[in-house]
T-cell receptor, first 112, second 113 residues
């Protein structure tokens, strides 16, 4: 069974701090995606990583796909209150087309 | 506005009742996915349709059914509702049958009382 485990589950930090969220699996994924969800809204796609070892940057957010394509990380530099939300990693289930498996999420709170 | 429209936004209904949730995908997207999100289970895949055909199925209960119409909008029907069906139901869409990123709607919050 393909599973994605995220850590930590909860993170509360002060504005300006750096943080890293991890997404791990024992299975290989063809790609991994990161979403951010705010209360009462649907998840919004931040990035898709496809190649093992790939690093993508989105302003203060840096996403990395592990060399073996079994894990990914999201690093936020100088976090701001606007970064508060639920961060979800997701990957396609092997052989089932568009079906995505989601991690349980990391609830991030950035206090001013 | 993501381009994926879900209605209604909120729904409160009694146990044993039946409800229909509606989703219009983003223009040009042929795949529609339904997910259930609860606090203890996270986002759970229910079903995928591609251009009117069922493409993949998750752990969708027999009391639940869905379809995608010729105009590509989709409906999720939930019947014989139980308290445990209370959750957020999300629709998402993507261009093709495989997936390099969904666009989610803002969800329907279902409360069964």
């Amino acid at each position: 069974t393909q599973l994605l485990e995220q850590s930590p589950q909860f993170l509360s930090i002060q504005e300006g701090e750096n943080l890293t969220v991890y997404c791990n699996s024992s299975s290989v994924f063809s790609s991994l995606q990161w979403y951010r969800q705010e209360p009462g809204e649907g998840p919004v796609l931040l990035v898709t990583v496809v190649t093992g070892g790939e690093v993508k940057k989105l302003k203060r957010l840096t996403f990395q796909f592990g060399d073996a394509r079994k894990d990914s990380s999201l690093h936020i530099t100088a976090a701001q209150p606007g970064d508060t939300g639920l961060y979800l990693c997701a990957g396609p289930r092997t052989g089932q087309g568009g079906k995505l498996i989601f991690g349980q999420g990391t609830e991030l709170s950035v206090k001013p | 506005d993501s381009g994926v429209t879900q209605t209604p936004k909120h729904l409160i209904t009694a146990t044993g009742q039946r409800v229909t949730l509606r989703c219009s995908p983003r223009s040009g997207d042929l795949s529609v996915y339904w997910y259930q999100q609860s606090l203890d289970q996270g986002l759970q895949f229910l079903i995928q349709y591609y251009n009117g055909e069922e493409r993949a199925k998750g752990n969708i209960l027999e009391r639940f059914s869905a379809q995608q119409f010729p105009d590509l909008h989709s409906e999720l029907n939930l019947s014989s509702l139980e308290l445990g069906d209370s959750a957020l139901y999300f629709c998402a869409s993507s261009v093709g049958v495989d997936n390099y990123g969904y666009t989610f709607g803002s969800g329907t919050r279902l409360t069964v009382v």
